[in-house]
């Protein structure tokens, strides 16, 4: 799988690895920025799905928000490693986890060997 073609968007600045074997389950933990201002945090182990689920109003939580965009990825051999981090971000806050993660990917002083996606956006105070 090619992570760009997950968005269309230009901006990607940092990618670690892709994952092209597809007879493996791999599953993702994943923030999403919505109309600029509330952040959303899931799994899935089939990303482009739930980006297309997101945007077309198929989530409880996004549809009613215009726009949905992928902030950062990150891959798990299991659900189980997935749904610990996913809620790890949820009780450290997403907003605040992604402003810590992104001080440090653009310091280089990242330490998640798993992140395949990261997008550097400019989020409210």
């Known amino acids: 799988m090619d992570i ?17 074997n597809n007879s493996k389950q791999y599953y993702y933990t994943y923030l999403l920025l919505c109309n600029n201002d509330k952040f959303y945090c899931g799994i899935t182990n ?16 996004t549809r009613r928000y215009k726009k949905v965009e992928l902030l950062m990825a990150v891959v798990f051999k299991s659900r189980k490693e997935s749904r610990i981090m996913e809620k790890d971000i949820k009780e ?4 605040k986890y992604y402003k810590a993660m992104k001080i440090d990917i653009l310091n280089y002083r990242h330490k998640e060997k798993n992140i395949i996606y990261f997008k550097n956006v400019m989020i409210p105070e």
């Open 46 to 61: 089939n990303i482009q799905r739930r980006l297309k689920e997101h945007s077309s109003g198929y989530s409880i939580f």
């Open 92 to 95: 450290y806050g997403v907003a």
């Open 4 to 20: 760009k073609n997950i968005t269309s968007d230009k901006t990607l600045i940092l990618e670690l690895r892709y994952f092209e």
